[in-house]
T-cell receptor, first 115, second 112 residues
């Protein structure tokens, strides 16, 4: 089954404790991205990757890091989480970048709470 | 600045009725416009993708229209079902950026 998986699905942590949210896709997609979703603000892109070893900032990259060492994986790293990073996070993938017409598939989401 | 505005913010309809959601954008140059359905607490699911040359695209009971001249799109839902209760998000790509511009969504509630 074609899918995007994220782990963990729920996470409660404390300020400053480094964490990683994993994202994996099994569709051999080149394009992957991370979004956060906050009430009243909608979805905002954090980082995206056009292919292995090619990443770039989205709208709200501050406080986040990513890496793309393999085509299927695109982890999101919070080196020193702060309470304003409490949010619902989504990973997504598509065959090529969003200027194309390929369907973008979203993961199930990771609900992060930073105390 | 690239912007996507959706209206209404929320909508309540009775099961079986039709409804239309609106999306206006300022993104230029235009690459494509996507409509997503997002159930509460779940990831968005793609409904339609339209390019400049397409003015109508259907996916079952969902029909999206695009007027690239006026920079407007609509999503029409026919014979609504309880399972249509969700948030509907309009996303426009283009504007000289690889970063898509998201609308804030329309929350639809379908009552029996």
């Amino acid at each position: 089954e074609a899918q995007v998986t994220q782990n963990p699905r729920y996470l409660i942590t404390v300020t400053g404790k480094k964490l990683t949210v994993t994202c994996s896709q099994n569709m051999n997609h080149e394009y992957m991205s991370w979004y956060r979703q906050d009430p009243g603000l909608g979805l905002r892109q954090i980082y995206y990757s056009m292919n292995v070893e090619v990443t770039d900032k989205g709208d709200v990259p501050e406080g986040y890091k990513v890496s793309r060492k393999e085509k299927r994986n695109f982890p999101l790293i919070l080196e020193s989480p702060s309470p304003n990073q409490t949010s619902l996070y989504f990973c997504a993938s598509s065959l090529v970048g969003l200027a194309g017409v390929d369907t973008q598939y979203f993961g199930p989401g990771t609900r992060l709470t930073v105390l | 600045k690239n912007q996507v505005e959706q209206s209404p913010q929320s909508l309540i309809i009775l099961e079986g009725k039709n409804c239309t959601l609106q999306c206006n954008y300022t993104v230029s140059p235009f690459s494509n416009l996507r409509w997503y359905k997002q159930d509460t607490g779940r990831g968005p699911v793609s409904l339609t993708i339209m390019t400049f040359s397409e003015n109508t695209k259907s996916n079952g009971r969902y029909t999206a229209t695009l007027d690239a001249d006026t920079k407007q799109s609509s999503l029409h839902i026919t014979a609504s079902q309880l399972s249509d209760s969700a948030s509907y998000i309009c996303v426009v790509s283009g504007g000289g950026s690889y970063i898509p511009t998201f609308g804030r969504g329309t929350s639809l509630i379908v009552h029996p």
